[in-house]
């Protein structure tokens, strides 16, 4: 069974620092995505940024980027030049590649929190 | 109205009552989700609609009652709820790919979902 591990239940840094979330996972598949959800305080889940297991370079969205470490089984995310707006919970999730029920194994989140 | 809606925003209820729970996407998406949200645990998948019909019943309780009349609307049907049912309850829509494709992936987009509160 596919399972995602956030060992940082909560985490603070400074506006403008850049912070690092950790993830690890654990899975016998050789093809999936990982993802990186993020739910502000309006609750509303959004994605912010996913990677294929396939690709080795590291997927970036502007001041988002990712560390993949496949044989380590390890997606950190870094947030560059951190905004109050990035205040939220964030979720690492994992997807077998191809499950036709398209099933999300999600990590129980990091609250980051980025003060003024 | 965009994306995924959900309503009510916030629902308290007795272990007595019945009620519904509603979602509706505007994206023209063919797969539609639900998910229970507990604090501090991982999102839990309750159930999954591909062009409407359920593919996935992650041993949910049959108090827990899913319809999805069409493409574009979920229900979830409450019954004789437990206080540990209190939770955020979030839905979710994709669109569904052909099976079979190697790399094959959709995006969900998530609606703001419903605190629910069972007293």
């Known amino acids: 069974a596919q399972t995602v591990t956030q060992s940082q239940p909560e985490m603070s840094v400074q506006e403008a620092e850049t912070v690092t979330l950790s993830c690890t996972y654990d899975t016998s598949e050789n093809n999936y995505y990982l993802f990186w959800y993020k739910q502000p305080p309006s609750r509303q889940m959004i994605l912010v940024i996913r990677?294929?297991?396939?690709k080795q370079q590291n997927a970036t969205e502007n001041r988002f980027s990712v560390n993949f470490q496949k044989a380590a089984k390890s997606f950190s995310l870094k947030i560059s030049d951190s905004q109050l707006g990035d205040t939220a919970m964030y979720f690492c999730a994992f997807m077998v590649s191809g499950d036709s029920n398209y099933q999300l194994i999600w990590g129980a989140g990091t609250k980051l929190i980025i003060k003024p | 109205e965009t994306g995924v809606t959900q309503t009510p925003r916030h629902l308290v209820m007795g272990m007595t009552n019945k009620k519904s729970l509603k979602c509706e996407q505007h994206l023209g998406h063919n797969a539609m989700y639900w998910y229970k949200q507990s604090a501090k645990k991982p999102l839990e998948l309750m159930f999954v609609y591909n062009f409407k019909e359920q593919t996935e019943n992650n041993s949910v309780p049959s108090r827990f009652s899913p319809e999805c009349p069409n493409s574009s609307h979920l229900f979830l049907h409450l019954h004789t709820l437990q206080p540990e049912d209190s939770a955020l309850y979030l839905c979710?829509?994709?669109?569904?790919?052909?099976?079979?494709?190697?790399?094959?992936?959709?995006?969900?987009?998530f609606g703001p979902g419903t605190r629910l509160t069972v007293l």
């Open positions: 990677q294929e297991a396939y």
């Open positions: 979710a829509s994709s669109q569904d790919l052909l099976s079979g494709l190697t790399y094959s992936y959709n995006e969900q987009f």
